[in-house]
């Protein structure tokens, strides 16, 4: 749902498909690569992908959707800011939720679901180096929970990726020690967005997140919106689309 350039995105007002700018058509599910070392809740569950064929496609974005929503909605989200040449992957999580409890509460607390998910994400990007993409032209992508999912799998799995969006989300766990994170981004560029009027996420969370980011040495933007609550407003889309089209040769 739209309104004064704000998209609020839940699982309660999806966006809604079929405006021309807006337009995302599916492609059939494809099978990933098995995980050799994580067997968890989000193992069997479906990879959507939208956009250019992954066959065909110079680079690839992987979506990841927040609690209660869907891979399907968050290729709605993302299709108005991909590019002709682009993959979208959209990972599903079981039961429409990567972990239980808050993103704010320990990070065991998210067990198993956390583990699980980041191995969904690491999958996708596999499939993506799988079909000739490498991950330098692979950007990362998420939205609420997805985008707490999205900073972990960064963080804990650093290397030169094509991009990482994190819209209203961050790193998980009661406080963030920036000194627990080691390895190298090596200039990634980042975007991390929030609103001063989330309920769910503090905007002190997003700064601590970019702090950590920076010390992987990720080129991080971070951006506080006056007013904006858990949603996706019209600046954010525009940034993300830059984002995207940096990934194509």
Do not use: K
């Not at 059939?28 to 050799?36: E, G, L």
């Not at 959209?90 to 067990?111: C, I």
């Not at 094509?162 to 790193?171: T, Y």
């Amino acid at each position: 749902m739209r309104a004064g350039g704000v998209c609020w995105f839940d699982s309660a007002n999806p966006p809604r498909p079929g405006h021309a700018s807006h337009a995302c058509t599916e492609q059939p599910s494809r099978r990933r690569p098995s995980a050799d070392t994580v067997n968890g809740p989000h193992q069997d569950q479906p990879l959507l992908t939208a956009g250019t064929d992954l066959e065909r496609a110079s680079a690839a974005v992987v979506a990841v959707h927040g609690r209660g929503a869907s891979a399907r909605s968050v290729l709605q989200l993302t299709g108005p800011v991909s590019h002709p040449g682009v993959a979208l992957l959209a990972p599903q999580a079981a039961g429409n939720a990567w972990y239980a409890g808050s993103s704010l509460a320990p990070v065991e607390s998210t067990e198993p679901g956390r583990t699980s998910g980041l191995q969904a994400i690491a999958d996708a990007v596999g499939l993506a180096n799988a079909a000739g993409v490498p991950t330098e032209r692979v950007a990362v992508f998420g939205f609420s929970q997805g985008a707490c999912l999205v900073c972990e799998f960064a963080a804990r799995i650093p290397t030169r990726y094509g991009g990482i969006v994190a819209l209203s989300g961050g790193l998980l766990g009661e406080t963030v020690d920036s000194g627990d994170y080691e390895g190298d981004l090596a200039g990634t560029p980042a975007f991390l967005g929030c609103g001063d009027a989330d309920h769910s996420l503090p905007p002190a969370r997003v700064r601590e997140t970019a702090v950590a980011l920076e010390g992987l040495d990720a080129d991080v933007t971070s951006r506080v919106y006056d007013g904006l609550g858990h949603a996706v407003n019209d600046d954010e889309l525009v940034r993300v689309s830059g984002i995207v089209a940096g990934l194509l040769p």
